[in-house]
């Protein structure tokens, strides 16, 4: 039998703010040129990725100037896109500028899947509102065990809190808290091939739930944050990766832009 391979480009955290403001106000930050590169790499690469995931952290306030911003950019893709939502996005903004992005499962989260590939995407939405940590909450999480009950087709889940450790200990207290049923779903069905996840800048991966966990790097600069949860940032390339999804497995690349 003959599989059909895909390729899916996955950006994150790109923090766009307002056109003519700067992310945390440093001239140097960037951000909207930085995905603006990564546009550009993307729809220069060879093979063409069949889609692009952005795993939240669009906006760096959730503004709607800011994704406008983001959307002005974003539509330069000549791929499709899909969306969720970080700790720093408002979805009631969000939708109100993407209005042709109606995957959503519903008003109130961010979740979708996407079917007519030959992998099957499950993106949760892990934002709790007002808060930098994660959760799925049982109403996701009923949601994805249903999804996930339906066939044993091949299954690639994105989000942007990470349910992992990583090495910056304040990233650790914000992840993906109280993820223990979600590593059982996760351990309980073998279809799922792994997990792509944003949230701390940095590229990270590890195994959860006897699957592969990648921690993707973000578009926006690489930042630290202190004890005293003060943000400072460390300039660095802008990134998004690209993963070549085979039948039974998949491989991951980090780009440069």
């Known amino acids: 039998m003959m599989h059909e391979d895909i390729l899916i480009a996955h950006i994150t955290d790109t923090h766009i703010v307002g056109k003519g403001l700067n992310w945390m106000g440093l001239s140097s930050s960037n951000t909207d040129a930085r995905l603006e590169a990564v546009v550009k790499h993307i729809n220069s690469l060879s093979p063409r990725p069949n889609i692009v995931i952005h795993t939240g952290d669009i906006s760096d306030n959730g503004d709607v100037a800011s994704y406008l911003h983001a959307q002005e950019l974003l539509d330069k893709l000549n ?4 969306l969720t939502c970080g700790n720093h996005d408002n979805f009631s903004n969000l939708k109100q500028v993407f209005t042709l992005h109606n995957y959503f499962l519903n008003e109130t989260f961010a979740c979708y899947v996407i079917e007519n590939l030959p992998v099957r995407i499950v993106v949760l939405d892990s934002q ?7 959760m799925i909450c049982t109403e996701r999480m ?10 044993k087709k091949k299954t690639l889940i994105f989000l942007h809190h990470f349910p992992i450790k990583v090495k910056d200990k304040i990233f650790n207290e914000i992840n993906l808290l109280e993820n223990q049923e979600f590593e059982l779903i996760i351990s309980k069905y073998d279809n799922i091939l792994g997990i792509f996840c944003g949230h701390s800048h940095y590229g990270a991966s590890s ?3 006897g699957k592969i966990c990648w921690v ?3 578009t926006a600069p690489v930042h630290v944050i202190k004890s005293s949860r003060e943000p400072l940032y460390r300039d660095s390339l802008s990134h ?3 993963s070549d999804v085979a039948y039974g497995g998949f491989a991951v690349m980090f780009t440069k832009s």
């Open 79 to 82: 791929i499709k896109y899909y």
């Open 216 to 218: 993707g790097p973000s």
């Open 207 to 209: 195994i959860y739930g």
């Open 128 to 134: 709790v509102c007002g808060e930098d940590v994660g």
């Open 240 to 242: 998004h990766r690209t």
């Open 142 to 151: 009923k949601w994805l065990i249903e999804i996930l009950s339906t066939s």
